[in-house]
């Protein structure tokens, strides 16, 4: 059974910064992409970033780029996200969600996300 | 960046009722469109990808159709655990955009 489970979210103060990690088990982690999406609260899902099943590429929305880094430990079965310079408006539930394929930036009908953990709570707030 | 439209926003409808939820993409996608089901306090689940092939274990009641840049998902008998929000993802490139959902509720 395929399990995604993360954790490191918390409440953290404008500026500073949160580790986030996701735990996966029930699948060869390295076959695949990751990433993280968020959900502000009462909103719609938005993309966070991804990352190749080798780390070899990477992306990240706009809105996170330059404070967020995305990495990954294929021995440990781990994702990471390491939040930097955090903002109100970061606040959000983070999933740890699974690609169909090895890519991030893959485009095709066969891409999409087909597990996805419960997520994690980060609350930036002063 | 390729936006996501869904339509409606919400809906009101009543067990049984057959219903219809459209998203709109600023280009053309082909096919190249998820659907993912939300519940309240719960993650996204698939529920169909490349417009409209059902992943594993979803009802049949639920499909999905079209190609361009207007696909939309039907459900063609809706249940009570169906009542959550929708939410449609475009895979033609990245950022794999997804529309403002679709809240589905109960007359």
């Known amino acids: 059974e395929v399990q995604l489970v993360e954790s490191g979210g918390g409440l953290v103060q404008p500026g500073r910064s949160l580790r986030l990690s996701c735990a996966a088990s029930?699948?060869?982690?390295?076959?695949?992409?990751m990433h993280w999406v968020r959900q502000a609260p009462g909103k719609g899902l938005e993309w966070v970033s991804g990352i190749s099943w080798n780390s070899g590429s990477i992306g990240y929305a706009d809105s996170v780029k330059g404070r967020f880094t995305i990495s990954r430990d294929n021995a440990k079965s781990s994702l990471y996200l390491q939040m930097d310079t955090l903002r109100a408006e970061d606040t959000a539930l983070y999933y740890c969600a699974k690609d169909s394929g090895l890519y991030y930036d893959s485009g095709g009908p066969t891409y999409y996300f087909d597990y996805w953990g419960q997520g994690t709570l980060v609350t930036v707030s002063s | 960046d390729i936006q996501m439209t869904q339509s409606p926003s919400s809906l009101s409808a009543s067990v049984g009722d057959r219903v219809t939820i459209t998203c709109r993409a600023s280009q053309s996608i082909s096919n190249y469109l998820n659907w993912y089901q939300q519940k309240p306090g719960k993650a996204p689940k698939l529920l169909i990808y490349a417009a409209s092939s059902l992943q594993n274990g979803v009802p049949s009641r639920f499909s999905g159709s079209g190609s361009g840049t207007d696909i939309t998902l039907t459900i063609s008998s809706l249940q009570p655990e169906d009542f959550a929000t929708y939410y449609c993802q475009q895979s033609y490139n990245t950022p794999r955009t997804f529309g403002q959902g679709t809240k589905v509720e109960i007359k």
């Open positions: 029930g699948f060869t982690f390295d076959d695949y992409a």
